[in-house]
């Protein structure tokens, strides 16, 4: 399984984006889909959970901001981020956590909210 993570890149404050992350591969059983984030020194973050029932989850940084959802057949996570800040800025990555154990993660998308 391979992860290709996409929609980054220059936004102003107030602004939004979504990022998608797509799978190659069959995947099967989903135990988790997570967006992370890292800032520039700063320690990896968990942003966003999905289930693999649908329950979601989120950083209370980004609590009524952000939606986490999925499109199973087309094996693609997305997050939608709305009303974005400067302390969004990070790179942004996915990982899907499969059974019985496997984990996955994306390249990586850079976002960066600036005026």
């Known amino acids: 399984v391979q992860l290709q993570a996409s929609g980054g890149g220059l936004v102003q404050p107030g602004g939004s984006l979504r990022l998608s992350c797509a799978a190659s591969?069959?995947?099967?059983?989903?135990?988790?889909m997570n967006w992370f984030r890292q800032a520039s020194g700063k320690q990896r973050e968990l942003v966003a959970t999905i289930t693999g029932v649908g329950a979601t989850h989120y950083a209370g940084s980004v609590k009524g901001r952000f939606t986490i959802s999925r499109d199973s057949a087309k094996n693609t996570l997305y997050l939608e981020m709305n009303n974005l800040t400067p302390e969004d800025t990070a790179v942004y990555y996915c990982q899907f956590l499969l059974a019985p154990d496997y984990i996955y993660w994306g390249q990586g998308t850079l976002v960066t909210v600036s005026s």
């Open positions: 591969g069959s995947i099967g059983t989903i135990n988790f």
